[in-house]
């Protein structure tokens, strides 16, 4: 039997997971995309200022691939790639966060449950709440 409290919290959770899942747009960042683009880059033999190839490459990069402007440049200049791969991997496979229902041994499994139970009533209720806080231009 699972207790009320913590299936309301992982409905929660279950929400912002399926939120960016489906507000993702492009391929899924992986390690190839990663090293493929950041190879193009060298090869532009360019200071990484975000104006001319680089800023083209940029782009290219953050359309195909769903990145926010400062992922995509970050990655091309090689700055915090692990990070990058992981949180995509995390949103891609709807993994909840380290800290987030850390007092339950089966955080999958209720995380599972509480994702099979979202409506699209609840679903919508989220993306419109989420996005009157933080507009979309902020991604």
């Known amino acids: 039997m699972i207790d009320n409290r913590l299936l309301?919290?992982?409905?929660?959770?279950?929400?912002?997971l399926?939120?960016?899942?489906?507000?993702?747009?492009?391929k899924w960042?992986?390690?190839d995309a990663v090293d493929y683009y950041r190879e193009r880059c060298k090869r532009l033999?360019?200071?990484?200022?975000?104006?001319?190839?680089?800023?083209?490459?940029?782009?290219e990069f953050?359309?195909?691939?769903?990145?926010?402007?400062?992922?995509?440049?970050?990655i091309l200049r090689g700055h915090n790639i692990a990070d990058y791969l992981h949180r995509y991997h995390m949103i891609r496979d709807k993994i909840p966060l380290r800290d987030e229902l850390k007092e339950v041994n089966n955080?999958?499994?209720?995380?599972?449950?509480?994702l099979s139970e979202l409506t699209k009533e609840d679903k919508f209720k989220y993306k419109e709440r989420r996005e009157r806080i933080i507009p979309e231009e902020m991604y």
């Open 8 to 16: 309301e919290k992982a409905k929660k959770i279950a929400l912002r």
């Open 29 to 31: 960042l992986d390690q």
């Open 18 to 26: 399926d939120y960016e899942y489906t507000k993702h747009n492009g």
């Open 62 to 74: 953050q359309e195909e691939y769903g990145l926010t402007e400062a992922e995509a440049t970050n």
């Open 107 to 114: 955080k999958d499994e209720l995380i599972r449950i509480a």
């Open 45 to 59: 033999n360019v200071d990484g200022q975000n104006h001319g190839e680089f800023r083209k490459l940029r782009l």
